[in-house]
């Protein structure tokens, strides 16, 4: 079953699948004009999910957040609930000081998966039921009971995926949010800027102050964080689109075809053209 509310003023959307045998995502393709963030609960069994050509194990009780840019397909889409939402509908970036989820929940390199416990199950569960009983009544104060619900739902999985990654961090450690600030600065502006310097210049931080901060947190590191959100855009394009690598090469900011070449093969031990086409040979094998 599919339910969703929309504003008409903003073109906001909020989408909410249970049940459904056939929910993905293809962001390159069919739903490139429709940028919804995910919100994904496998109520099932352990399923796979593959997330832009890979493939994932989705445990049973488990979340996942999923960016607007990313495709998706489960194995088994009825036992998923996702919900769905623009930024027109709720804009986590406006919003920041009230959720907290930029650069870690959403716009990370890492997709992250999220366990519930008991407790955490019925509250969701609960959660559920509210958000469909408010999407079958129309009334004037609809969008707000939704959006309401909405950050609700959104705080609750920040603290369980920060609880689960950081247990030491504290809610107001201004540390962890120049964390939190420095990926969502690389994925507004990994296509131009690949240097550490220049994001830490944005942060007023040092590079090695960055470096310093990330390795507190065992996370990785400031340079592996650029390289990798560079990479995932690569796969993305040579694998959902049929784009020239010389074209990706300067979508993605280098100066050259070969010096994209060999940072690609340095990272993945394939030239761009060999992983196209083994990709291409996985899916036509499936």
């Known amino acids: 079953m599919k339910l969703s509310v929309s504003d008409l003023n903003t073109g906001g959307d909020l989408l909410l699948f249970y049940n459904e045998t056939r929910f993905d995502r293809l962001f390159y393709t069919r739903d490139h004009d429709h940028k919804y963030f995910t919100i994904a609960w496998n109520r099932g069994e352990k399923q796979t999910i593959t997330i832009d050509g890979t493939q994932h194990d989705f445990m049973p009780q488990t979340i996942v957040p999923l960016m607007f840019n990313q495709s998706f397909c489960f194995e088994q889409s009825a036992d998923v609930v996702a919900w769905q939402f623009n930024r027109e509908f709720y804009c986590i970036v406006d919003h920041d000081t009230e959720v907290s989820c930029v650069g870690f929940l959403f716009g990370m390199n890492d997709n992250v998966f999220i366990s519930l416990d ?110 990798e959100r560079i990479l995932i855009e690569a796969k993305r394009l040579l694998f959902y689109t049929d784009k020239s690598a010389k074209q990706i090469t300067y979508e993605l900011g280098f100066d050259d075809a070969a010096h994209f070449s060999k940072f690609f093969k340095k990272h993945t031990l394939f030239s761009p053209t060999d992983f196209r086409n083994s990709k291409n040979l996985a899916v036509a094998g499936k």
């Open 118 to 227: 008991e407790p955490t199950q019925r509250k969701l569960q609960l959660m559920l039921d509210i958000f469909i009983e408010e999407l079958k009544t129309d009334d004037h104060i609809q969008n707000d009971m939704i959006l309401m619900l909405l950050k609700r739902l959104i705080i609750m999985i920040t603290r369980l995926a920060r609880l689960g990654s950081f247990p030491n961090v504290k809610l107001n450690d201004d540390r962890f949010h120049i964390l939190r600030k420095f990926n969502l600065l690389v994925e507004m502006n990994f296509h131009e800027q690949h240097s550490v310097s220049y994001y830490a210049g944005r942060l007023n931080k040092s590079p090695k102050t960055l470096s310093n901060l990330f390795a507190l947190y065992n996370h990785k590191s400031p340079v592996q964080i650029i390289q």
